[in-house]
């Protein structure tokens, strides 16, 4: 996957070189043509002409037929103006598609192994009070395994995304799990998130936008612990570790955001039907944040597409 992402990486850099290349050939030219225009009736030519109106009457008539070019020249130079408009949009342009690519991108997890996992580089810098988990999810027709898990040091199951034997996909917070009543095994992409809140915990489920069930209870008035591992494939029985093959995610998943507070369903529907897109505060889906291992596919992939 390394191969995927050097090579994508590389030719959209190409597509940027020559995109700048074909920019500075058109401005180039343009600067051309206004020399062009200057020269054969130059700034002189008009003192000249001013200079013979101020002797002459009738020299309305002069000075108009002398307007034109001044005129032209003033629009090619507002011309010049949008063409380095233009560049520079392209430019801004081209970082913002640069910085979208880095988040349009999928990971695959062909086989259920115990070695293939993601490792997100980031970690919860306080405890958390509230949290809302968002990902792109496509699920094999079988059991889809652990998509996310979150441990801390002393709680391997703080906070887990996981559906394994004959149970539907579960939530667990400190191994205390509820049901999420999700339909993900038709081999399509679907957008999930869950929100949860320590007060009372409140928790819901959404699927492609729609709240799927809800509940309390949930590890009511418990914050999440800061400063566990992210995994994602893989369900860990200790920090970072020990996997299990049989509870090993097999699937694909992409635009993965975790932010420490809850979102409206209508951020959620938003998200889901592609009309926004929202960035987590703790976890932010990127290239450069997720750490793939053992053979995990990536791909260029925009679910918004
Ligand atoms: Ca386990």
Same mark, same amino acid.
């Given at each position: 996957?390394?191969?995927?992402?050097?090579?994508?990486? #590389?030719?959209?850099? %190409?597509?940027?070189?020559?995109?700048?290349?074909?920019?500075?050939?058109?401005?180039?030219?343009?600067?051309?043509?206004?020399?062009? #225009?200057?020269? =054969?009736?130059?700034?002189?030519?008009?003192?000249?002409?001013?200079?013979?109106?101020?002797?002459?009457?009738?020299?309305?008539?002069?000075?108009?037929?002398?307007?034109?070019?001044?005129?032209?020249?003033?629009?090619?130079?507002?011309?010049?103006?949008?063409? !380095?408009?233009?560049?520079?949009?392209? !430019?801004?342009?081209?970082?913002?598609?640069?910085? +979208?690519?880095?988040?349009?991108?999928?990971?695959?997890?062909?086989?259920?192994?115990?070695?293939?996992?993601?490792?997100? +580089?980031?970690?919860?810098?306080?405890?958390?009070?509230?949290?809302?988990? $968002?990902?792109?999810?496509?699920?094999?027709?079988?059991?889809?395994?652990?998509?996310?898990?979150?441990? #801390? =040091?002393?709680?391997?199951?703080?906070?887990?995304?996981? %559906?394994?034997?004959?149970?539907?996909?579960?939530? !667990?917070?400190?191994?205390?799990?509820?049901?999420?009543?999700?339909? !993900?095994?038709?081999?399509?992409?679907?957008?999930? $998130?869950? @929100?949860?809140?320590?007060?009372?915990?409140? &928790? %819901?489920?959404?699927?492609?936008?729609? +709240?799927?069930?809800?509940?309390?209870?949930?590890?009511?008035?418990?914050?999440?612990?800061?400063?566990?591992?992210?995994?994602?494939?893989?369900?860990?029985?200790?920090?970072?570790?020990?996997?299990?093959?049989?509870?090993?995610?097999?699937?694909?998943?992409?635009?993965?955001?975790?932010?420490?507070? @809850?979102?409206?369903?209508?951020?959620?529907?938003?998200?889901?039907? $592609?009309?926004?897109?929202? @960035?987590?505060?703790?976890?932010? &889906?990127?290239?450069?944040?997720?750490?793939?291992?053992?053979?995990?596919?990536?791909?260029?992939?925009? =679910? $918004?597409?």
């Amino acid at each position: 996957m390394q191969n995927t992402s050097t090579a994508y990486s #590389v030719s959209l850099k %190409e597509l940027l070189r020559r995109k700048i290349a074909a920019l500075e050939q058109r401005l180039l030219h343009h600067t051309e043509s206004i020399d062009d #225009v200057n020269h =054969p009736h130059g700034d002189n030519e008009d003192d000249d002409v001013d200079h013979h109106d101020g002797q002459r009457d009738g020299n309305d008539n002069r000075h108009a037929e002398g307007s034109p070019p001044a005129a032209h020249h003033s629009q090619d130079r507002s011309t010049t103006r949008d063409e !380095l408009d233009k560049v520079l949009k392209k !430019l801004t342009h081209g970082s913002r598609t640069r910085s +979208k690519s880095s988040r349009s991108f999928q990971i695959g997890f062909p086989m259920r192994t115990n070695y293939m996992y993601s490792r997100v +580089k980031r970690t919860v810098n306080r405890e958390m009070y509230a949290m809302t988990l $968002c990902m792109w999810l496509k699920g094999g027709a079988s059991g889809i395994g652990t998509p996310f898990s979150y441990s #801390v =040091p002393g709680q391997a199951n703080e906070l887990v995304l996981i %559906e394994w034997g004959d149970k539907p996909m579960e939530l !667990l917070i400190k191994d205390t799990a509820v049901i999420l009543p999700l339909s !993900l095994h038709d081999g399509k992409w679907h957008h999930m $998130c869950v @929100t949860w809140l320590a007060r009372d915990g409140i &928790w %819901e489920v959404y699927q492609d936008g729609a +709240k799927r069930g809800s509940g309390e209870n949930l590890n009511a008035w418990q914050p999440i612990k800061p400063g566990g591992v992210f995994i994602l494939g893989q369900e860990q029985d200790s920090l970072g570790g020990r996997f299990d093959a049989t509870q090993a995610f097999v699937g694909e998943i992409s635009d993965l955001q975790l932010w420490s507070h @809850t979102l409206t369903h209508h951020d959620i529907y938003s998200l889901a039907s $592609c009309h926004g897109h929202m @960035t987590g505060d703790i976890i932010s &889906w990127a290239e450069s944040v997720v750490e793939l291992h053992g053979g995990i596919t990536k791909y260029p992939f925009d =679910p $918004c597409h």
